[in-house]
Structure formats: C-alpha cells, structure tokens
C-alpha cells in the first residue's frame, strides 16, 4: 500500500480526479458567479455594458428606476405572474397525477414498465413541440374553438347564457370561444409539460406503499375511499408536497409555453431576462439581476422541498 | 371502482398523447401550411427534412453530434463521481455530486444565462464544442442517478468472495463492479441523449444563433408561423425517445431506475 503514490496508475487516478474536480467546479459555479457578478454592472447607452458596483438594477426590480419620486412594481409583477402561472399549473398537475399513478403502481411489473416508456417518451419530448401540438389544438382556425363551432357547441353554449360567463373569463371572442391567449391555455400547456414529471416523481413513494396497511383496512371493513382517504392520504402526505414543490421550481423558469400563450401584459420573469439578455432590450446587467431573483426564488423552493424530505425520511 | 380507475388512467393517457398525435398528424400536409385533420395526405415532408432542405438535414446532424457527445461526456463524468460516491461517501464526492446536481435543479434560463456569459468570456460561444460541454454539465446529474443505483444494487459480499480468494482490486472491479453497473451506465447515457435533443433554452443561449439543432430551428421558425415539416421533426424526436426507453425497460429494470422497491415484483 505505501507504493501506492508511486504507482503510475495511482497517479494517473489522482490527475484524472483533479481535473474532474476542477472542471465540475469551473462549469456548474462559474456561470452562476458570473450572473451575479454582471447583476451588479451597468448598462450603457448605445453600446453594451460595463463592470460595475450598483444596485441599481435591484432597486429597479423591486421599486423601479425613478425611485423614490415614483414607484413602479412591474417587475416585482413580473414575478408574481411567474409564481401564479406554476403554483396552478404545479398543482393541478399533482392533482390529477396522483390518482393515474396510484393506479400505475398496483399494475403488474412489465405493464409498469410499458407504462413508464410511455410517460419517459412524452417527458422528454421538447417543450417546443408540446408548446406547437397544443397551439394547433387552441388556435382558432384549427382545433378546439372550431370543433366547438362545428358542433353547435358555441350556438348552444350562447344559447344557456353561459358563453356571456366565458366571455367575461377572457376565454371567447364575440363569435365564438377563444383560448389564445389566455389563462387557461398557458396554466393548461405548463401541466401538460410537468404532467409526466409528476407522475415520475409520485411514483417511487406509491409503489413502495405497503399493500397490507390498506388489506388490513379492507379486513376490517373499510370502503376503498375510506381507506384512501385514511390509509394512503396521510402516508403520502410529504412526497405529494414535495412534488408539487418541485414541479413549481420546474415550472417558474417556463419560456416558450408563455410566450405563446400568456397575453402581452402577463409575462413572466424568464421571458424578460431572455429579451434583456438576448432580445430587444439589451440589458445585460438587469436580465441578470432579474435571474438571481428567480435563482433566489427557486433555490428557496427547493430548500423547502430539502426539509420536507428530510422530515419524511426520519422514522 | 376498479374500473373506474383504469377509465380514468387511458383518459388521462388519451390526453396526454392528444397534442403529439395532433403534430403528428399534421405532418402529412401536402401544403405549406398546417391543418388538421391533414390536406391532401402525402409523405414529401419527410423526404424535405431528411435529404432535401438543407436547414432540416443541418439542423438535424447538429442536434445528433450534441448530444452523443454530451451524453459520453456526461457519463465520463458522472462514473468516478458516482463511484467515489459508493466506494468511499468521502467529502469531495459528495460536493462534486451535489455541485453536478445543480445545474439540473435550478430554472434552465438562469443556467443558460450564465452559461452565454462564461463562454462569451472563455472564447466558446457560438463553438459546437460549448454546446457538448454545456449540455453535458447540465444533464450529468442524470447518469450520476442511475450509475449510483446500479452500484448499490452490487452484493457486497460477492466483492468480499473476490477479495478472500485473491483477486485484487483492480481485477474485483473489472469482473464484479463494471458487468454489474454497465446496463445503468447505457440507461443513463440515453437519458442524457434523449433530454439533450429535446433541450431548447440552454442551446439557445450557448449557441449564439451561430449553429441550430433541431429544437432551435424550430423555435427560429415558430414567428413565421407552423410548417409540416416541423412535425415531421417532432415525430423523429418522438420515435427515438420512445425506441430508447424501451430498449432501456427491455434491457434495464426500468421500473427499479425509477425508484419502484426492488424486491416486489
């Protein structure tokens, strides 16, 4: 053993290791850095930006630029239809998961994994082409609003009175439904896109629920909704909050599903640092400050999530 | 009641295929644009985005070179990480975990946007070679998943046997350590694959408009409106995940990479 450290092979592990490490810490630290180190520089007109020390671009976030003569909270806005958009999505998502994953997990083993195929192929399958599949399905020459028009859907809707309530929803036109762009169509496309997530998430802690908890339930005459509601409820209780959380994280960066489907004055924090960092504004400084909030935001999710885990873990 | 939960699971199965089948379907336009149900059924658009325009057979040899090279990348990485992991739990492999882990947990815009920075700064923007690098950083948390469930599920007195008749370290971990975690390291290289195809907003931001993958082509395109050739694009990305998972469930435990116990069948 004390050859070790002469042995070449040794060294040449220990070389390979170094390398990693450094790597590692240059590729996942260094980006972060630098998008709080550019949060505090500053934008100059006409040309890019420059190093610097403010807090302007704070300041701008959370009160706006003429701070203290006027204040303006559209980014904190910005934020906050961030957090709207993926705590609906993220938990209507949960919602209906649950019971289809409930199910999944008391199929035989290779039904599962045919199953699992399905729901891996359509996880991974790029928020690009969820985003265009569901704008065919919306839009209002093609899809649903015609469906509902060729129908007589729409006739009879306006008929019973209801089509006025959908109007006043912002989800129809004078003539006929419309989903684009609205509410409903952007929370819908964003639980589509963290659908599969949930039930892969889910599906770990109800596939090691212990069947005899609820056979012995079932011996002592409990109904299957008794036993859900008493049994199975409780016993997930932690892994349903920590998904949910999860999926939020997940859902608070959406960029494509809200551009084409959130109307122009619900946008999201993503879709204004990609036009500051990228688009039309150039705003360097500010997209970045705008991402350490969303960074801040998350990561304090995701610390919840961390102890929600923890807490379940412990006997 | 029974029933009535399988009723529920194929509903929620006939929604969730409800777009795809939707963009699938569109592909067979003749026309220049999309409707649904198609016009005029024809099978050109395949023929545009595999041999004829050249944007698509571009678009298409990038996405490809990405990610295969940032799925070996990332399972090149996630190996010692992950081996550290289960031989030793020391410190280091724990940060280097936890630190690999990162990039995949927090919102992808915010990584992308660092990620355009550093490579402005190091010379790497717009350069294939970022691309690889970025993607691979950002999926590696994938392989370190699975590779560490493949470690866990070795015998460790089949490692004990080995030693006591002989075998040193080095033959131990050729024979008893690699064979036994090999099917979770092709898992994990083909989630990295798989995800990195699809992925949009990190390539979006180390590309630099300077290459396009296909996901990026199509995004390009989404102001001019639909094409069917986009679709065509969509059930190519479609059919190789769905080849890839199944390869996997038929030779991997899928339902154990997925966390289901491993001792109910």
Sequence with gaps: ?315 | MRIGSMIYMWLSALVLAMPIFVVCAAALNSGRSMFFPPREPTLARFKEFFISEPIWTEALMNSIIVAFGAASLAVLMAWPIAYMLWSSGSKLSKILAGLGSMPFAVPPIVFGVGLGFFWAFTGGLGEMWAGIISHAVLLMALPIVTISIGLQSIDRSHLNAAATMGATDQVAFRTVVLPQTIPYSISGFFFVLVLSFNEFIVIFFVSASSYATVTLQIFNSLRNGYTPTMAVAAITFLSVSIIVFAAVARWGDLPRLMGADPTRK
Excluded at chain 1, 4 to 10: G, K, L, N, V
Excluded at chain 1, 18 to 32: K, M
Excluded at chain 1, 302 to 307: I, R, S
């Design chain 1, 1 to 315: 053993m004390n050859t070790a450290s002469h042995d070449p092979r040794a060294l040449l592990r220990k070389t390979a290791m170094t390398v990693l490490t450094t790597f590692i810490i240059v590729l996942c630290v260094a980006p972060f850095l630098l998008v709080l180190a550019i949060s505090f520089g500053r934008k100059v007109e006409g040309a890019a930006w420059v190093w610097d020390f403010t807090f302007a671009n704070y300041q701008r976030f959370f009160v706006g630029t003429l701070w203290p003569d006027e204040v303006t909270f559209l980014y904190l806005q910005q934020l906050s239809y961030s957090f709207y958009f993926a705590l609906i999505a993220s938990i209507f998502a949960v919602l209906t998961a649950l019971p289809f994953t409930l199910t999944l997990s008391k199929l035989s083993r290779n039904a599962q994994a045919a199953w699992l195929v399905f729901i891996m192929s359509s996880l991974s399958l790029s928020e690009v082409f969820i985003v265009m599949g569901w704008d065919i399905l919306l839009s209002n020459n093609s899809g649903l609003p015609k469906l509902f028009r060729e129908t007589g859907l729409t006739q009879w809707l306006k008929d019973v009175g209801w089509f006025q309530t959908l109007r006043d929803w912002g989800l129809a036109n004078p003539r006929n439904v419309k989903f684009k762009t609205s509410d409903f169509a952007t929370v819908l496309t964003m639980s589509y896109l963290v659908w599969p997530y949930a039930v892969i998430l889910l599906y770990p802690a109800l596939s090691r629920l212990d069947p005899s908890l609820s056979e012995a339930a079932r011996t002592m005459g409990a109904g299957r909704w008794t036993i859900t509601r008493t049994v199975t409820l409780p016993s997930i209780r932690l892994p349903l909050l920590g998904t949910t959380l999860l999926l939020f994280v997940f859902l608070l960066g959406t960029y494509v599903a809200v551009t084409v489907f959130a109307a122009p004055h619900k946008q999201t924090v993503a879709v204004a640092i990609y036009s500051n960092v990228r688009g039309s504004n150039l705003n360097a400084p500010f997209g970045s400050a705008q991402a350490i909030m969303l960074l801040i935001s998350a990561s304090f999710c995701l610390y919840l999530g961390h102890l929600l885990n923890k807490k379940a873990e412990a006997p």
